[in-house]
């Protein structure tokens, strides 16, 4: 049962982030920026995505 709760949260944090990267992108952000909010995203999931919650560039992707 662990294993398959852990699977799911797994599962849940990638499509987050692929979400908030592709909301990234779509901003208007400057490229640069963009670029450290995706490498945020990618090398720390969970506390990227928070931040990017908070703080971060949106684009218009819903879903």
Do not use: H, Y
């Amino acid at each position: 049962m662990g294993t398959t709760l852990s699977g799911l949260l797994s599962l849940a944090i990638l499509v987050l982030d692929i979400w908030a990267i592709i909301n990234v992108i779509k901003s208007g952000a400057e490229t640069g920026i963009k670029i450290l909010w995706v490498l945020l995203i990618v090398f720390l999931p969970v506390l990227g995505l928070i931040i990017w919650a908070l703080a971060g560039p949106r684009g218009n992707v819903r879903f």
